[in-house]
């Protein structure tokens, strides 16, 4: 046992938490700690609210699950007595982590002991590889390379303030499309009919993949698509969907994607943006994009920022982006273990 543990060991307990069946005081608690991490680590982030809470942390795709875990000092204030928390998500052959413990409860052998009691979890449930993503400039990088992750893969987090956008230039973004394209806007969701086109352009991130460790998959079929659209608005997370079509194949040549979730209506989240590799160059990306902005603008009038997270490689989307006025953030990783090695690390004394 490491120096810390002891002490901590007595006032920090830890139990699985199913948050779908959990009582409100739980789920104001959780929300209590997780706030109290976000102002530390990510201050300028909107702080999350009880909007459709309790179905984003416990909605899964059908196929995936999603374990939780408290730690606890029961001897705190109802309110206060989260110390920690700690996830798997269980996809297809990876599982994800997600993890945080309060500032108060720092370096004092908390992070370590949920990150082993996922890991112990992980493994029973026949997972070799483990991934996590995690914000840069926060203690995380420290905390996952500490236990021997490695780094797989880094993304840019940009964010666009509406108050500083030039909707006239933005408008005019929007109105150059090219003579063959018709745009549609989906607020909400997509009819059944669109489906089988939509999921086709999807196809092309499958087959020009980014390098990620799909740590938040897409769907790339009509059946995974409607799931997915499904999950989203279930976990609270409205989507808007932009598309071009190709009048005259009737295809979908471009799209992008975003959700505005209820636990922070302020910022929204940029999914993908996708434009099949014949219908490059005539400036569809732009034109969505710009789109986008003109609907949630009228749609959703308490949104304040925008963010999204992009490759360095993607020179053309970053233009695009720099151009709707997106200013860079911070750097976003993704960390991969092996989880046997991982297990064994966390058990040996002083590693
Ligand atoms: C990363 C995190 C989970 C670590 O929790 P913790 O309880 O402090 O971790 P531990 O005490 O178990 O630390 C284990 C080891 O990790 C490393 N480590 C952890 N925090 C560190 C830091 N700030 N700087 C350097 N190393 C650090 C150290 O090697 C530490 O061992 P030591 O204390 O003996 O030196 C916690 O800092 C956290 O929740 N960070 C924010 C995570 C996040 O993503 N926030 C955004 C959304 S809320």
Not at 129 to 152: D, M
């Amino acid at each position: 046992m490491r120096p810390g543990e002891a002490a901590n060991q007595e006032w920090a307990d830890i139990r699985e938490w199913d948050p779908g069946a959990a009582s409100d005081a739980d789920l104001a608690a959780w929300l209590r700690a997780y706030n109290g991490a976000l102002s530390t680590d990510l201050p300028d982030d909107p702080p999350w609210g009880r909007g459709k809470l309790r179905e984003y942390l416990a909605v899964t795709m059908p196929g995936e699950r999603r374990l939780t875990w408290l730690a606890e000092d029961e001897t705190a204030p109802t309110e206060q007595r989260i110390r920690g928390y700690g996830r798997l998500l269980m996809l297809n052959g990876l599982g994800v982590l997600e993890l945080y413990v309060v500032p108060a409860a720092r370096r004092h052998g908390l992070g370590r002991r949920l990150l082993r009691t996922i890991v112990d979890r992980a493994i029973a449930e026949g997972f070799t590889t483990l991934g996590v993503e995690a914000p840069g400039a926060t203690a995380s990088a420290a905390f996952y390379q500490r236990h021997g992750f490695t780094h797989a893969y880094t993304e840019m987090r940009s964010i666009l303030e509406l108050a500083t956008v030039d909707w006239p230039h933005v408008a005019e973004m929007a109105s150059a499309i090219v003579h063959g394209y018709e745009v549609e806007i989906h607020p909400g969701d997509l009819p059944d009919g669109i489906l089988p086109a939509y999921a086709e352009a999807k196809q092309v991130r499958r087959l020009d993949p980014t390098g990620d460790l799909e740590l938040r998959p897409s769907s790339y079929d009509p059946e995974r698509l409607r799931a997915s659209l499904r999950c989203l608005q279930a976990r609270g997370l409205k989507p808007y969907i932009v598309l071009a079509k190709h009048e005259r194949t009737g295809t979908v040549a471009g799209l992008t994607e975003l959700v505005v979730p209820a636990q922070h209506p302020t910022r929204a989240d940029q999914y993908d943006t996708i434009i099949v590799p014949e219908h490059n160059g005539y400036g569809l990306a732009r034109a969505l994009k710009a789109r986008m902005l003109l609907e949630l603008r009228k749609a959703e009038p308490q949104l304040r920022e925008v963010q999204t997270w992009h490759a360095a490689v993607n020179e053309q989307l970053q233009q695009v982006n720099k151009e709707l006025g997106f200013q860079p953030d911070r750097e976003w990783r993704e960390y991969e273990a092996d989880a046997r090695d991982l297990a064994a690390r966390l058990v040996s004394p002083g590693s």
